[in-house]
DNA sequence: AATCAATGTTGACATGGATCAAGTCCGCCG
DNA sequence: CGGCGGACTTGATCCATGTCAACATTGATT
């Protein structure tokens, strides 16, 4: 099950041939990096960003306290960003896809302040903060992207403040899968048939349920026929409805 | 009770005196500046935050869905930040006090994605972000201060993730009554001893309770003798203990 | 094939917090 | 002064979710 990613290229690749692939043959680089650069500017960062690093499923790419140096995109696979607090609380503050940056957290404080942990076999680009952060201050369209990225992530935490604050449990649930469809559907995958990377306990974790109660509101979505589930493998069969529930509850 | 701000000059400012106000002369640009800039560099950034702006309590700095021409720096009174969903639901997400950043939510889609309601009347210095951007540009180390402030913003965000995630009614209460000390302390206030500027529902919304859990909640610690409250009024009577409730809930 | 550990589902029951309803304490305003 | 509304507290009850336990499924190991 857990085997190596070897999709793109036999065995263990080369470091001439990880170089090979840049942001220009990316098909993510429109998520990661901002339109409207020249070639020259272009170059310029995806000079930057050569470097990749392999994941293995249930590895961490970084852990809690670890100093800072990088921050990174996520190339293929996805991750969980966990967060542990001083008395050892847990909480899954976020997934992430391809196309999305990890660790944005740890610049404040110059170490990371969560975990990242791979959800399967993924592969991230590394982006030396300090040099990012350099080549924006001569590339301002370059700057104004790192800045609106940083804030995009405190929008989402925010709207996962939301969640966890007004929503009952299969309304968390339902927020969840209609962000996970939305997030799929940007990357050109179908936003009604998908299979979850994470478990029940780190969806559990996201939504501040417990298993139980996420696997129950599971099954009541499937009774009323708005989705369709078999272990990881969903399919929203009603997606006008699951957002109409997240509207003004009852009536 | 409500009356204007008008402890620094006598009845209406005017603009000529508002400008000499600068943040040289002001307390709290140890929070909102960074360290190290040279004269010249402190000067230029000055130039740039010379506009002030008060919002009488109650009263909103911004508007969801306004677009976001500059952030703030609060720098006297207290507001508090919410958030709204399509479907109206709202949220509190954040309270913001003097010397904290207000908007920084807003630079990702160039509109606020929340509303910023004062507490209190209040004063907050406008800082143009595109101004303060292209400054950055040109000065590294104000550059990296406004990453560190957007990055602190996102792990002030998993806090409070965690807190809904993972804390029990009176546990939520606590983590908010030791993170306002903090906060108080930083600036120079008693951290045992100090008033509430929010109501109890703003408190409710923020920890994802009912008014009537956070005031029984209050009742409780204080029956314990942990705290003491009158209306607005609290003192933290054993910060220790109040710590310790935190870490492993019983035994 | 047998065993085992993870993972997820389901049921029965307990409980923390929501809801509903008074009631108190204010400051405010006529 | 008296009445009124808003903010908060307190009590009684209900219910959504947590807890505990059994069981199913799956894949890994032997």
Avoid: W
């Avoid at 992207?145 to 992530?153: K, P, T, V, Y």
């Avoid at 927020?175 to 799929?184: E, G, K, P, Y």
């Avoid at 478990?199 to 026929?225: C, H, N, P, Q, Y």
Wanted: proline content about 4%.
């Amino acid at each position: 099950m857990a085997e190596q990613v070897t999709r793109k290229s036999p065995p263990p690749k080369r470091l001439s041939e990880q170089l090979q692939v840049g942001c220009q043959q990316c098909s993510l680089s429109e998520l990661c990096l901002p339109e409207g650069l020249s070639e020259d500017e272009f170059a310029r960062v995806e000079a930057l960003i050569s470097k990749r690093r392999k994941v293995l499923r249930n590895r961490s790419l970084f852990h809690t306290s670890e100093p800072m140096e990088a921050i990174y995109a996520v190339k293929t696979g996805c991750f969980k960003n966990e967060v542990m607090s001083a008395d050892g609380r847990t909480q899954v503050v976020g997934f992430s896809m391809a196309g999305e940056l990890l660790g944005l957290d740890g610049i404040g404080s110059g170490a990371h302040r969560c975990e990242a942990v791979a959800l399967e076999d993924s592969e991230v680009c590394l982006i030396p903060f300090n040099q990012i952060e350099a080549l924006a201050a001569q590339i301002p369209t370059l700057q104004r992207h790192l800045h609106r990225l940083l804030s995009r992530e405190i929008v989402r935490d925010q709207g996962v403040i939301m969640m966890l604050g007004t929503m009952n449990a299969e309304e968390r649930l339902i927020a969840f899968l209609l962000n996970l469809s939305h997030r799929l559907s940007i990357r050109g995958y179908s936003p009604v048939d998908f299979y979850l990377r994470m478990s029940r306990e780190d969806i559990s974790s996201l939504l501040g349920l417990t298993i139980e109660t996420v696997s129950r509101a599971f099954t009541r979505l499937k009774e009323e026929g708005l989705i369709a589930v078999e272990k990881k493998h969903v399919r929203l069969l009603d997606p006008a409805a699951l957002k109409a529930r997240l509207s003004t509850p009852v009536a």
